[in-house]
């Protein structure tokens, strides 16, 4: 684990977010960059904890930019400071991201050295909530059919992206979620293959968190 590291965008975080870095650590990851997208000066402590009980590298940005910009900010970080690993794994900050799947993702990276990894969750499941399957489903099959890429989650935050791809990602459009997307379109121009891993699907409070629009 010491040579990836985790990059997480956060807006207005909750505990949620320090329990998830607790068991980062634990797992031993030793490199997490995290991005204050301009939460309000309240979530500040949590930004802190962040840095000082889990080592965090904390950017902040001084208004909210939206999940593009955020990983953006952290690739420049990364490439920057960082290259000489073998890439990143980017994660959710709602909790949502099992840290047995986080691992997973991380160990196809090295098996997958020139390829994009995500973490796929099954919308089949019972305890999807019905807005996030029907939106899903719908994005799947028209990004399927205008783009010509066919993914089971064109949503997942969780991805493990090698640095080569990274530095190539950091020049993809789009600052707002649909800079996810545009980084799978991306993956057809280059010719980059996509290799899915199941994970666990899991919605807390009817997916309440999620800031997707």
Same mark, same amino acid.
């Given at each position: 684990?010491?040579?990836?590291?985790?990059?997480?965008?956060?807006?207005?975080?909750?505990?949620?977010?320090?329990?998830?870095?607790?068991?980062?650590?634990?797992?031993?990851?030793?490199?997490?960059?995290?991005v204050n997208d301009g939460s309000a000066p309240e979530y500040d402590a949590i930004f802190c904890a962040a840095q000082q009980q889990y080592?965090?590298?904390?950017?902040?940005?001084?208004?909210?930019?939206?999940?593009?910009?955020?990983?953006?900010?952290?690739?420049?970080?990364?490439?920057?400071?960082?290259?000489?690993?073998?890439?990143?794994?980017?994660?959710?900050?709602?909790?949502?991201?099992?840290?047995?799947?986080?691992?997973?993702?991380?160990?196809?990276?090295?098996?997958?050295?020139?390829?994009?990894? #995500?973490?796929?969750?099954?919308?089949?499941?019972?305890?999807?909530?019905?807005?996030?399957?029907?939106?899903?489903?719908?994005?799947?099959?028209?990004?399927?059919?205008?783009?010509?890429?066919?993914?089971?989650?064109?949503?997942?935050?969780?991805?493990?992206?090698?640095?080569?791809?990274?530095?190539?990602?950091?020049?993809?459009?789009?600052?707002?979620?649909?800079?996810? #997307?545009?980084?799978?379109?991306?993956?057809?121009?280059y010719g980059v293959q996509i290799v899915e891993v199941p994970i666990a699907t899991v919605y807390l409070e009817e997916n309440a968190s999620?800031?997707?629009?």
């Amino acid at each position: 684990m010491h040579t990836v590291s985790v990059i997480i965008p956060a807006y207005k975080p909750d505990q949620k977010l320090l329990d998830l870095l607790g068991r980062l650590r634990q797992s031993g990851y030793t490199h997490i960059i995290l991005v204050n997208d301009g939460s309000a000066p309240e979530y500040d402590a949590i930004f802190c904890a962040a840095q000082q009980q889990y080592g965090c590298c904390v950017l902040h940005h001084c208004v909210n930019q939206g999940k593009g910009r955020a990983l953006k900010t952290a690739f420049n970080e990364f490439l920057q400071n960082f290259a000489d690993k073998a890439g990143v794994v980017t994660v959710d900050a709602d909790g949502q991201h099992q840290i047995d799947d986080i691992n997973a993702c991380a160990a196809s990276l090295w098996a997958n050295r020139d390829k994009l990894t #995500m973490g796929c969750r099954d919308f089949g499941s019972a305890n999807v909530p019905l807005r996030s399957k029907f939106g899903n489903i719908l994005t799947r099959h028209v990004f399927s059919a205008l783009c010509g890429v066919k993914v089971s989650d064109t949503q997942t935050g969780l991805r493990a992206i090698p640095t080569a791809l990274v530095r190539k990602f950091l020049a993809t459009v789009g600052e707002r979620f649909e800079y996810e #997307m545009n980084m799978l379109i991306d993956c057809k121009q280059y010719g980059v293959q996509i290799v899915e891993v199941p994970i666990a699907t899991v919605y807390l409070e009817e997916n309440a968190s999620s800031h997707f629009n």
